[in-house]
């Protein structure tokens, strides 16, 4: 059975910065491409990053130079870093597993962690 667990959401002041984690069960990690959605209320669900089994990343445009999504196997967990957050990053965020090359086409999803950035 697939399992992912996301961790690390919260509220956070606009400028701040977040790192959320997904630990993964049931599959073979370092064989998956993982990413990160997300979706704000009203929004459909969006990809915001997608890293495959080398370590090749690709991001939304409107997080990069700001979010860093990273993978360690021997944790079998994904991370992503969320720097100068701004008040339209507030969503849940889902990670995601696939054996596909792209993140595009998930195989399995997170229940979600919540991130808000107000002040």
């Known amino acids: 059975q697939v399992q992912l667990v996301e961790s690390g959401g919260g509220l956070v002041q606009p400028g701040g910065s977040l790192r959320l984690s997904c630990t993964a069960s049931?599959?073979?990690?370092?064989?998956?491409?993982m990413g990160w959605y997300r979706q704000a209320p009203g929004k459909q669900r969006e990809l915001v990053a997608g890293i495959t089994i080398s370590d090749t990343t690709n991001y939304a445009d409107s997080v990069k130079g700001r979010f860093t999504i990273s993978r360690d196997n021997a944790k079998n967990t994904v991370y992503l870093q969320m720097n100068s957050l701004k008040p339209e990053d507030t969503a849940r965020y889902y990670c995601i597993t696939t054996r596909h090359r792209s993140a595009s086409y998930p195989n399995y999803w997170g229940q979600g962690t919540q991130v808000t950035v107000s002040s």
């Open positions: 049931g599959i073979r990690f370092s064989s998956n491409t």
